[in-house]
C-alpha cells in the first residue's frame, strides 16, 4: 500500500516536481519513497511496507529494465501468479506482490487486469514503447488520478499531489460544485479541479506519445440470477466469506478490524476467528447521544469471539478534528460519517497497520431502507394529477417536526408520486434541484445552467435497464455511491494514519457471485440483506442480525443546532462567504433559521460548511513557489534498453 505519482510526457519531465507531488503523499507511505527517471518518465512511489517488508521497495523493474511499475494496493494472488510466471521463465527479486505487475505486463500487455484479484491502482511505464499504462481495480477501492499537460500526462493517487505542482491552475468546476451539494460528494468522472480527472473504477488508461485512450475491462452488476436454493446459498455465502477474509489476513504488520456492531462488520470478524487467525484487535467508536451510540452492540459481537477491544467516544469537540480532515480531503466532501471513520482510523493506527472493515455488505446484499421503500413505491402506481399532488403534500409533511414517523410517511407519499429514475435520484439527493435553484446566486446559477447534478446515478440507472428493480438499485449505487463516497471515505481516513483497510464483501469473486443471486435472497417484504443475516445469525450473539442498520453515524442536526452552530453561521455568512458568489445570503439565513426551528437541514447545512471550508482551505491557498521537492528519494537513473 501506498501513494504514487509520476509525469510522462515527450519531453523530459522535471524531476523536483514529481518529487513534490511525492512528498505531498508522505502520509499515504511512512516507511520509505522511491523514484525512477529516465528519458519521457519520472514516476515513484511512498510506501506503507506490509508484504516483503525489507525487500519489496518500489519502483519495480523487469529483468531488462524495460518496464517499470509502482502499485498502490494489494494483489491477494500474487503467490499463485509469481509461480505461473517462473514456470515461465521471469525471475524475482523480491517477494512483493508489486513485482508481479513488471512480469505480467511482458507475458499480457494491458490485458494483465485479468488475471489480478485484489485492490490497486497501478502505473506501468513501458520504456522502449514511450507509454504509459494506468489501472485501477474493478469496483474502485484504490484511488488514481489524471491530468493533462503540454506534452504529457500527470498521475497521482491524491489530488494534493497536482496542487504541489507550481503550475497547476486550481480552476474549480463549477458542475461539480453543483453534483457534491446534490450528493456530499463530487460525483462522475471529473474532480472539482477543472482539467484533472479519475480513472474510472474497472478501467485502464494509456498514454503513449500524447495520445490518451482508456478502456473499461470490467462492468459492475451484468450478471443472471442463478438458480440456488435459499439455504443451499446461505452455505455458499458462509464458504466465500471465509476465503475473502482468509485471503485478507496477509502480510507482515498487525491486523484489526473496525466493528460498528452491524451485520457487515461482525460477520467479518466471525470470519476472520473461524479462519484461525486468533482474536483480532477490535475499534469502534461511540456518541454521547444515546441514539447514535452503537458501542454495547460492538462489545457484544467482541466479546464472543474474546477480541482485544477498542472503545473510543466522540464528543462535539471536534474542530480540531474537523481542521485534520480538512487537510485531507482534497474535495469538498459532507459524508458526515467521515469524522468517525477519520477519528477511528486514529485511534486504530496506534495498534495496527491493516483494518479489515464491512465495507460492501449493503450494496451487495441489499441493506439499506431505500432497496425496501422504492419496492414499495413501485407497487403503488397513482395516475399523474394525483402524483402531482402526492410530491406536494409529501414535500411539506417531510419538513414536519411532528415526529419521524410522519416525515417518513410524507416521504413515501411525495416519493410515491415519482417516476422511479427521479424517484431514487430524489432519495440520494442532499440538494434537489429545486432547492438549490433557490439557494444560488444569479450568476452561479448562470455558470450551472440547466446541468443535472444528478447525471452519473440517471445514467447508471439507464445502463442497468434490463436488471429487476432490487438488482438495478444495487447496480447504481455500486457504480456510483459506493464508487463516489464509501471507498474515498475510507482510503482517505485510513490512508491519512498510514493505515491499510481491506474490505471483504468487496472481494471481486464474491461480488459477481452475490450479483447474480435471485433478488429476493437481498430484499423481500420489506426485510433488506436477507440471505447475509441468514447465512450469519449463528455466527453472531442472539437478535444482533436483526438490528437495524446505523454504522457510525453522527447526529449532525443536533450539532449544528448545538456545539458546531457557531461555526455553521460564522463560516456561511462572513464577508468571505459572501463575496464567494455561489450562495444568495438571504437563502443561507434562511435555512439556518429553519435549522435552528427544528427542521431537518443538517446534512445540507453540513454540505455548505465543507464546501466553504475546502474553498478557503483548497482553492483559495496561493500556489507553491517551485523547487519544494523533499525527501530522501532513491534515484534510478533509467539504462539504455
Known sequence: ?????????????????????????????????????????????????????????????????????????????????????????????????????????????DALVHHLHGMFAFAIWDAVAGRLLLGRDRVG????????????????????????????????????????????????AGTVWRDVRRVAPGSVLTWERGLIRDHRYHTLGVARPSPVGFDEAAAELRTRLLTAVRMRLTGERPIGLLLSGGVDSSAVLAAAVRSGHGPLPTFTIGFDDAATDERRFARAVAGRYGTDHHEW????????????????????????????????????????????????????????DRYALMAAGARLRLPAPVGA??????????????????????????????????????????????????LYTPEFARRVGALDPMRHLRTAWTEAADRPLIDRMLTVDQRTYLAGDLLPK???????????????????????????????????????????????????????????????????????????????????????????????????RRLLGELDAGQRHGRRVWAMVQLESWYRRHADRPRPPAGLGTGAYGIEEERPC
Open 1 to 109: 500500500m501506498c501513494g504514487v505519482a509520476g509525469w510522462a510526457t515527450t519531453d523530459d519531465p522535471d524531476p523536483d516536481v514529481v518529487r513534490s507531488m511525492l512528498a505531498a503523499l508522505a502520509h499515504r507511505g511512512p516507511d520509505g519513497d522511491g523514484l525512477h527517471v529516465g528519458a519521457g518518465i519520472a514516476m515513484g512511489m511512498r510506501r506503507l511496507a506490509i508484504v516483503d517488508v525489507a525487500g519489496g521497495a518500489q519502483p519495480m523493474v523487469s529483468e531488462d529494465r524495460a518496464v517499470v511499475a509502482v502499485l498502490n494496493g494489494e494483489i491477494y494472488n500474487h503467490g499463485r501468479l509469481r509461480a505461473e510466471l517462473t514456470a515461465r521463465g521471469h525471475r524475482f527479486a523480491s517477494g512483493s506482490d508489486g513485482e508481479c505487475l513488471v512480469h505480467l505486463y511482458e507475458e499480457y500487455g
Open 313 to 368: 467516544v466522540l464528543g462535539t469537540d471536534v474542530l480540531p478534528l474537523l481542521e485534520d480532515l480538512g487537510a485531507q480531503f482534497d474535495e469538498p466532501f459532507a459524508d458526515s460519517s467521515a469524522i468517525a471513520t477519520f477519528y477511528l482510523a486514529r485511534m486504530a493506527s496506534r495498534h495496527v497497520t491493516v483494518v479489515l472493515n464491512g465495507d460492501g455488505g449493503d450494496e451487495c446484499f441489499g441493506g439499506y
Open 490 to 588: 475510507m482510503d482517505l481516513a485510513t490512508m491519512a494514519h498510514g493505515v491499510e483497510a481491506r474490505s471483504p464483501l468487496l472481494d471481486q469473486d464474491l461480488m459477481a457471485w452475490a450479483d447474480g443471486l435471485p433478488a429476493s435472497y437481498k430484499v423481500a417484504d420489506g426485510v433488506g440483506k436477507r440471505l447475509l443475516k441468514h447465512a450469519v445469525r449463528d455466527w453472531l450473539p442472539e437478535g444482533a442480525a436483526e438490528r437495524p442498520k446505523a454504522g457510525f453515524g453522527i447526529p449532525m442536526d443536533d450539532w449544528l443546532r448545538g456545539p458546531l452552530r457557531p461555526l455553521a453561521w460564522d463560516l456561511l455568512t462572513d464577508a468571505t462567504a459572501r463575496r464567494r458568489g455561489v450562495f444568495r445570503p438571504d437563502a443561507v
Open 389 to 438: 399532488l402526492a410530491v406536494r403534500a409529501g414535500a411539506a409533511m417531510g419538513l414536519s417536526t411532528r415526529g419521524a414517523r410522519v416525515r417518513r410517511a410524507g416521504r413515501f407519499l411525495e416519493l410515491a408520486g415519482r417516476d422511479p429514475a427521479d424517484r431514487y435520484a430524489a432519495l440520494m439527493s442532499a440538494f434537489e434541484p429545486f432547492r438549490l435553484a433557490g
Open 141 to 188: 477501492k484504490k484511488p488514481l488520478f489524471w491530468r493533462r499537460v503540454p506534452g504529457g500526462l500527470q498521475f497521482a493517487s491524491e489530488l494534493k499531489a497536482f496542487a504541489a505542482d507550481p503550475a497547476f491552475p486550481r480552476e474549480v468546476d463549477p458542475e461539480a460544485v453543483h453534483g457534491f451539494l446534490a450528493c456530499l460528494y463530487v460525483p462522475g
